[in-house]
């Protein structure tokens, strides 16, 4: 492998890793800190790349489909927490399994029925569709690097919300005792709907910035699912900055696995995973 390709396969892991923490960081707010285990996560990130495939062909162009989607993906996850995830917090995880997976089947059903099992294309917006060229042969597109500089600024920003705003306080607060925050005149269950939403807002985001890069595809979200829950276990259930060392750390495993040794690359996340569950068994960060 000569220095160019090497540098490209860098910038393939970069841009998989963050692209991984923006759907594992929703995760570990909902898991990690409200307790909940939602099997339908991997389902947020397959409607954002639906809904930019739809957006995309009504306005023609993803930006704007990206501006229209994150508001929508917000209040459809502030519905579905005032639906059915607000009577899940002081029910145990099989009824929660029981209820998400129920999500997915029906996710999935009204995906086929409404977009169909077709494979769909996402345009890349003309602004970023150019690449760099990095030799003769070899270039890379400027929409990658455009996923991993959106991708580390919200990264930025969440870790900013959660450290250093009064609102991160309250959740973090609440992840620790909810009765005691709510005595203290927190609105615990308008807080908890936020982060379920900014949960799904977030995944439906990274399905978005993925649809050009990915296409549109049924299914799309399960292995996304998979891989998520190994992120947040391997960098520490509820830990955002652990989230964003983890989903790092699979994006490098995974992609030099598949250029290295591709006949071994389906095994060497798990195989990471297992060496930080035996060096730590709470993951590399714990809960904050």
Not at 27 to 43: D, P
Not at 62 to 83: C, D, N, R, S, Y
Not at 98 to 108: A, H, K
Not at 147 to 171: D, E, F, N, P
Request: hydrophobic content about 60%; charged content about 10%.
């Amino acid at each position: 492998m000569d220095f160019v390709s090497f540098l490209i396969q860098i910038l393939n892991s970069l841009q998989y890793g963050l692209l991984l923490f923006l759907v594992a960081s929703g995760l570990t707010l909902v898991f990690g800190i409200m307790g909940i285990i939602n099997l339908a996560h991997g389902s947020f990130y397959m409607i954002g790349a639906y809904m930019a495939f739809a957006l995309t062909s009504a306005t023609g162009n993803l930006m704007l489909a990206i501006v229209l989607g994150i508001p929508l993906a917000f209040a459809f996850g502030a519905l579905l927490e005032k639906l059915l995830f607000v009577h899940l917090y002081k029910r145990d995880h099989l009824q929660q399994v029981l209820l998400t997976y129920g999500l997915i089947l029906i996710f999935e059903e009204l995906r086929s029925l409404t977009m169909g099992d077709d494979v769909h294309g996402v345009d890349i917006p003309a602004l970023f569709s150019a690449s760099i060229q990095l030799s003769d042969t070899l270039s890379y597109p400027v929409y990658r690097i455009v996923i991993s500089v959106v991708c580390v600024a919200l990264a930025a920003g969440l870790w900013w919300l959660m450290q250093r705003t009064r609102l991160g306080m309250m959740i973090r607060a609440g992840s620790h005792n909810r009765e005691m925050v709510q005595a203290l005149g927190v609105n615990i269950d308008l807080l908890y709907r936020n982060v379920f939403a900014l949960g799904v807002a977030l995944a439906a985001l990274a399905g978005m910035l993925a649809a050009p890069v990915s296409s549109v595809y049924p299914g799309m979200g399960g292995n996304v699912l998979i891989i998520s829950f190994v992120v947040v276990v391997i960098g520490g259930i509820g830990s955002v900055w652990g989230a964003l060392v983890a989903a790092l750390l699979v994006g490098f495993t995974d992609t030099f696995g598949k250029v290295l040794v591709p006949e071994f690359a389906g095994l060497g996340v798990y195989l990471v995973m297992a060496v930080v569950l035996l060096w730590r068994p709470e993951g590399i960060f714990k809960k904050g």
